[in-house]
């Protein structure tokens, strides 16, 4: 089986390409490796992969969103499986999937690779963004567009303070974040929140760098979860914030969560908007958005069979 590391050199504030040639040395198997030159050059480097038609192990070198991209451009594709080494900054991915730890353990798999058909999560309005982990909208979403067109973030990347600027805007966005009224359709029914925070729909549990959002969500039973933040305070919204490390969260009644394999998202402003972390536009003025499982799956590494018969 043919292996491909795809690396985008500057996940993780920049520091992937360094990683990278560090982690290269270790590898002791043949590998091909491609390097991103721009967003969304890691969705046609493995379409050109699907087109070929080999079996082939793609690992995504970088973070979530660099999964994000991989997996956009092998959905469909049985015979791509898609791994990860995590080089971001959040790599919730590896949290909620698999990311092999060293070149050792991608050996190892390489003796008897098994992969795992796994769902991936869409928003059409015009237009469809695919997401492996999860979108949403509002005060995350403005955070994270808002560091990554920072050019303070390039220059604290250089003397590598990167995440300083994660905190900054944090506190900036939370102080003047206008909260908005958002209408969830669900087999029929509509459900207004006022006061909302933010809303995220997740296919897995993991958000934001580790906090778990959505304890509930699994990443192939054909569901998704949705969690709404909604009629709370700024000084109990930094309380919650505090639980969700743990997912204890959920049992606070400003925290709205439930299961489906539909839902539809309308908002009344222009909303910020992201896939796995992301800026993915805003969103439209009432106008519904539907979030779906796509009719296209795709293959991730399964470790469990090995794990399972030791
Ligand atoms: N060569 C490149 N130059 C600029 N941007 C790129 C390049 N290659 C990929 N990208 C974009 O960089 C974005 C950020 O990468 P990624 O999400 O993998 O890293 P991260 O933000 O550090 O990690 P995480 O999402 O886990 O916090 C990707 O969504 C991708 O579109």
Known sequence: M?????????????????????????????????????????TSIVRSYKEAGNKTLIIGFGGDGTLREIIA?????????????????????????????????????????????????????????????????GLDAEISALVNRSLLKSWLNKINAGKLVYLLYVVLTLA???????????????????????ATVSNQPYFGGGMKLSPASKTDDGLLELT??????????????????????TRFKEVHQTSGTEFKLAVDGEIFRHTDGDYAGKTPIQEAVRYTVSEHHWYAVNTRKKEESK
């Open 73 to 137: 451009g092998a959905a469909g594709a049985e015979q791509l499986i898609v791994g990860a080494i995590a080089a971001g900054s959040g790599n919730d991915f590896g949290r909620g999937y698999h990311a092999f730890p060293t070149a050792e353990s991608i050996a190892d798999f390489l003796k008897h690779p098994t992969s795992k058909r796994e769902d991936l999560g869409e928003l059409q309005n015009g237009e469809i963004h695919r997401f492996a982990s999860s979108s949403g909208i």
């Open 2 to 42: 043919k292996t491909v590391f795809i690396i985008n050199p500057v996940a993780g504030n920049g520091n992937a390409l360094k990683k990278w040639r560090r982690f290269a040395e270790t590898i002791r198997f043949p590998y091909e490796t491609v390097l991103t030159q721009r967003a969304g050059d890691a």
């Open 176 to 198: 003047r974040f206008k909260k908005f009224q958002l209408t969830v359709e669900q087999q029929g029914q509509k459900t207004i929140f006022e006061d909302v925070w933010l």
């Open 228 to 249: 709404v933040v909604h009629g709370i305070s700024r000084l109990k919204l930094l309380l919650v914030f505090g639980t969700v490390f743990t997912g204890s969260h």
